[in-house]
């Protein structure tokens, strides 16, 4: 079987190698989340500041090699990057496992955040090297709703596993050993060269000031909705609602963002250089929605709205920032744009937090309609750049 890129094809196994990388660069701390309440009977001696390490450290480390693979990625042998990523991912994840102490589990997680940073970029690399023009386009989609799908699914599995044993929640990290497997095909199939009409063969160098718009902008709403992960909880908790329901509500907001994945194409179609606009419309009726919410079903509609809205920008903007690259500089370019995602995951918190004392607030609507407004600024700002690069679409950004 025979699958069309816009530039000849490839086969179904090349697609599933491709959609595998995509479908395991989310799963690093997974496998914490679930233990996180009981690590410190799980390791008695164990102190805050190695809890906080646990959790933050392997973070902090991925950013830095995002952009060291984005950066190596400019060489030849991209292959050896990629099957050198999933192996110290997968055999960290196997590590993992065996480890007896807290100290033992915080180096192991380091280097799969290391395995882990070196995968990330090459997950939208390769959808981008091997897929052009509408193709890519709607291969980003796919990417996407992979991606966030196989995140509710694990974030889902890990739960499960965490009460059997505390290890067990770690074998969701083993799932890169199946893309080294499937990732072997990708040696004897390269990719094939941009067509003369593609916007990438107009470039001789990033075009730095595009991707600094891009980088910001996927900052700015990924640190929006995120707010949802970090405060639905404490709002359900507040209302008294259902302890599972604040972890069905968090699996629907990624499935929201999961779903427009499978439809872009005729998204961008439909709404041409309006789609953004619409977007941060969405995002902003979400936020201001769970701003005020106190039922079950304004707070499902909420992260609905959110996570749609959010679920259509994310592959655009992986397709823009690659468009303003020549194609051997694709992947770094998309490397500076994806790091702001774990940039936002870092520090949001922190930001929520300080915003909370800054204005001696204990509200647990405050956080969703601070970032709600400034959804809605975003949003203005699109109205009147709807025929910029950043935050405009233009139908040439794309070769049909």
Known sequence: MQIKTGKGSVTLVVLLAIWSVSAISSLPGLAISPILGDLTKIFPRATELEIQLLTSLPSLLIIPFVLLAGKLSEGRNRWTLLMSGLAIFFVSGLMCLFARSMEALIVISCLLGVGAGMVIPLSTGLVVEYFTGDY?????????????????????LTGYLATRNWHLPFLVYLLPGLSLVLCLALRNAPSVPEPEESLQLQQREIDRNKLVGMMWLYFLITYAVLVVTYDAPFLVEKYRLSSDFSGWLIALFFLAIMLPGFFLGGIIRRFGSNTNLLSLLLISLGLGLFGFAHTAWQMVVAALLAGLGYGVMQPIIYDKTATIAPPQSATLALSFVMAMNYLAVMICPFILSMLHTLFHSQNEHFGFRVNAVLAVVMTLVALFNRRGFVLGLDERYFVK
């Open 136 to 156: 890519r386009v709607r291969q980003l989609g796919y990417a996407s709703a992979i991606n966030n799908l196989s995140l509710v699914l694990a974030t889902a």
